[in-house]
């Protein structure tokens, strides 16, 4: 960033920037004070810089702030210096997440994280171009006070960081509406772009930062069925509800964590096949590498490109696709069982234990394997559908078919005798069925094979 400093009174610059939450305040109740030791004080400062910083930090205090609180800005001039502080009664902060609070992408970890934790860290950096700084006092639940301080005159600037380019109160305004269009969103409730439009997959995504989320789902909705949640725990009953195809999840949440959250959809039957991406700010070697030891299949550090994203999206569900042709080829086989993860292995061999134990009951059906199993009807055919690319119904009729074509080829039962071994209530049924999937009928096939 270049900077380009020019003479502004701050305190009016600063009312005009106030203008703009008091319809937040009303709306909020909340009582928003502003006190300056002169009505004109002259500072040099970047117009389109030093908004930025004043925007940050009053809409941090409205959102951190509760109804009916108080949130007070003070310009006082030192002579040399002049300070400016934003001070409000929400929250606050522990003594350990003051010290962090202007690293890049940090949020504070509590039940009401919002921000993307990279407004202060910028804020620091322009404070720092201005060859000003900016500090933070804060208590748990007792409120949080920033001060900014600036350099009088314009000795402290180089000739190429002077500018004599008037404030653009236009500009102004525009940024005011980002930063206050912040503080009205509604809460975010989970919710499905699958009702309006159609696809094959879909996605899950987990993540409290709501820009972010409504951004990773306008991405993603064009190609896949979206479902959103903002904290862990929702991501989990969203996930269980829905068995997406893929999950995204943040790492740092309000209350489950995203690797809690890997950790537990991973241990669980109904969902540890799903493939889950999380998304993080820290990203040393020994934070990833816990990361995928939580079982997570893929490990991004943020800021990402949301292509790079997308690419590993698009990779992680080919590859599943391949492993679903892999494993239908021939379920029951032990060598293609350890394709999977432990959970999936035992899923699919209990599976073909249950089908194989019940092929010639007739009235083997999926409330049958649902009893066996342990998990409903919708998760079920999700799972399967997941690692097998079929139906329940889908599957117990290949099963049946392929130990038919066994006997048919191995044994001199008759073919009325291996249609009731296999479960079919008629012999006119059975030939059928095994003819619209080998292309000739059971008496055909057995001839064309006898002796072979």
């Known amino acids: 960033m270049k900077i380009h400093a020019a003479p502004n009174n701050i305190v009016d610059f600063i009312k005009d920037i106030l203008e703009s939450f008091k319809f937040n305040a009303q709306q909020l109740n909340i009582n928003l004070k502003f006190t300056a030791s002169e009505q004109e004080i002259l500072v ?19 959102k951190f702030t509760p109804r009916n609180g108080t949130i007070s800005v003070a310009i006082e001039n030192k002579g040399e210096l002049v300070k400016v502080q934003v001070q ?3 929250i606050g902060m522990t003594k350990e997440e003051s010290e962090h609070i202007f690293d890049h992408f940090y949020q504070v970890d509590t039940n009401s994280t919002k921000g993307s934790g990279l407004g202060l860290s910028l804020s620091k950096e322009i404070m720092q171009i201005h060859h000003g700084s900016i500090e933070v006092q804060s208590t748990k639940q007792d409120g949080t006070t920033f001060t900014l301080t600036l350099l009088s005159g314009s000795d402290h600037f180089s000739p190429e960081e002077i500018s004599n380019v008037e404030l653009n109160k236009a500009d102004l305004s525009e940024t005011a509406r980002i930063y206050t269009s912040e503080i009205d969103l509604p809460s975010l409730e989970v919710t499905s772009t699958s009702e309006t439009r159609i696809h094959e997959q879909s ?39 829905h068995v997406p195809d893929l999950i995204i999840s943040d790492v740092v949440m309000p209350g489950m964590t995203g690797k809690q959250l890997t950790q537990k959809l991973k241990s669980d039957i109904r969902t540890s096949h799903i493939p889950i991406i999380l998304l993080t700010a820290r990203g040393s070697n020994e934070q990833q590498i816990q990361g995928l030891d939580s079982m997570a299949d893929a490990y991004i550090v943020k800021p990402f490109d949301s292509d790079l994203l997308l690419a ?42 249950i089908v194989a134990q019940n092929l010639a009951n007739e009235n083997f059906n999926v409330d049958d394997i649902c ?18 690319n079929c139906t ?8 049946r078919l392929k130990k038919a074509r066994y006997l ?16 079919f209530s008629t012999p006119n049924y059975f030939s059928t069925v095994f003819k619209g999937k080998y292309e000739c009928t059971p008496s055909e096939f057995k001839k064309k094979h006898q002796g072979k």
Request: charged share 20%.
């Open 392 to 399: 329940i119904t889908e599957y117990i009729l290949s099963r």
């Open 312 to 353: 590993k999206v698009n990779n992680l569900l080919k590859n599943r696709v391949l492993l679903k042709e892999h494993y239908t080829s021939d379920v029951s086989t032990a060598k293609q069982s350890q394709t999977y993860n432990a959970i999936d292995r035992k899923f699919v061999n209990d599976l073909a234990a």
């Open 203 to 241: 996605i899950l995504i987990v993540e409290d930062n709501l820009d972010l989320l409504n951004y990773l789902q306008e991405r993603f909705s064009q190609q896949y069925a979206i479902f959103t949640a903002n904290t862990g725990t929702d991501g989990v009953a969203a996930a269980y509800e």
């Open 408 to 423: 048919l080829m191995n044994e001199a039962y008759s073919i009325s005798e291996i249609t009731y071994m296999v479960g």
């Open 371 to 388: 009893r066996e199993i342990g998990i409903s009807r919708v998760q079920l055919y999700r799972k399967v559908k997941a690692l097998l």
């Open 44 to 62: 040099w400062f970047d117009a389109n810089m030093l908004d930025k910083v004043i925007f940050n930090l009053l809409s941090n205090a409205f």
């Open 88 to 90: 409000d009664n929400g």
